[in-house]
């Protein structure tokens, strides 16, 4: 059967289809619902606040939860800290760097792929605060530095393209999986519980390098490698003591 017609500006036209008015209707919810530039800027900034404020919360337990605390000496307690306190700004940078690449992130699928590997690293984040309250220390003061940094080497990353910006990810996850290994031998053998913290990052970051290579990442050129281990050098040599 023909559809009922009404007459609009002279001429005859279908009545509106009610579900596909409705749908209409729901989609331009949806589109008012949409963040604004605006909106996502604010959303940055609270990001990027809560993370040099050390109001991270992790959604998943410490991997040190069932772990006693450990008899440290004063000195190995000190060494511990300063280590500790570089893996937590590693992890205030990661949080900048991840932020500022899907900030500018061509794809939203990349975009997607590296918010969910930053939701990730605030885990890092959080396990990294608590151990160092635990060993009666204190984060970086110059935590609001690394971060404005390591933000606008990640947009930098980001606006020369996906791929290269995914190869800076599987670079970046390398070198700091490697450095985990290297802060592994470096505690003091009894501090099983930052140990606990340390060989989980260890294995999560090696997984973020993979699945930043699985999805499209390419190897960096000279010198940039050799260039982010001497910015990381740097940062770790002043948060061991600042
Ligand atoms: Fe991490
Ligand atoms: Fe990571």
Redesign the pocket.
């Known amino acids: 059967m023909a559809p009922p017609l009404q007459t609009v500006s002279g001429k005859k036209v279908p009545f509106p289809d009610r579900a596909k008015a409705r749908s209409c209707r729901q989609a331009a919810m949806n589109n008012i619902r949409h963040l604004t530039r605006f909106d996502l800027a604010l959303s940055g900034i609270e990001r990027a606040l809560g993370t040099v404020c050390g109001a991270a919360v992790e959604s998943r337990p410490s991997p040190a939860a069932m772990t006693p605390e450990p008899h440290l000496e004063d000195g190995e307690r000190k060494h511990a800290a300063g280590l500790m306190r570089v893996n937590h700004t590693g992890e205030v940078c990661?949080q900048a760097l991840y932020d500022g690449q899907a900030a500018l992130a061509r794809d939203e699928a990349t975009r997607a792929h590296l918010q969910a590997?930053a939701a990730?690293?605030t885990d890092?984040l959080a396990w990294c605060a608590q151990r160092l309250h635990e060993l009666d220390d204190r984060p970086s003061l110059l935590n609001p530095l690394w971060y404005a940094g390591s933000f606008a080497i990640g947009a930098l990353a980001a606006a020369i393209g996906d791929r290269t910006s995914l190869g800076f990810?599987v670079e970046?996850?390398r070198q700091?999986e490697a450095h985990l290994h290297e802060h592994l031998q470096r505690l003091p053998e009894s501090d099983a519980r930052s140990r606990a913290i340390l060989t989980r990052?260890q294995t999560?970051?090696a997984?973020?390098?993979a699945n930043a290579r699985a999805r499209g990442g390419v190897d960096l050129p000279r010198p940039i490698p050799q260039l982010m281990r001497c910015a990381s050098a740097v940062m770790k040599a002043v948060a061991y003591r600042l």
């Open positions: 990661a590997a990730e690293e890092h990810v970046t996850e700091v990052m999560e970051e997984q973020h390098a």
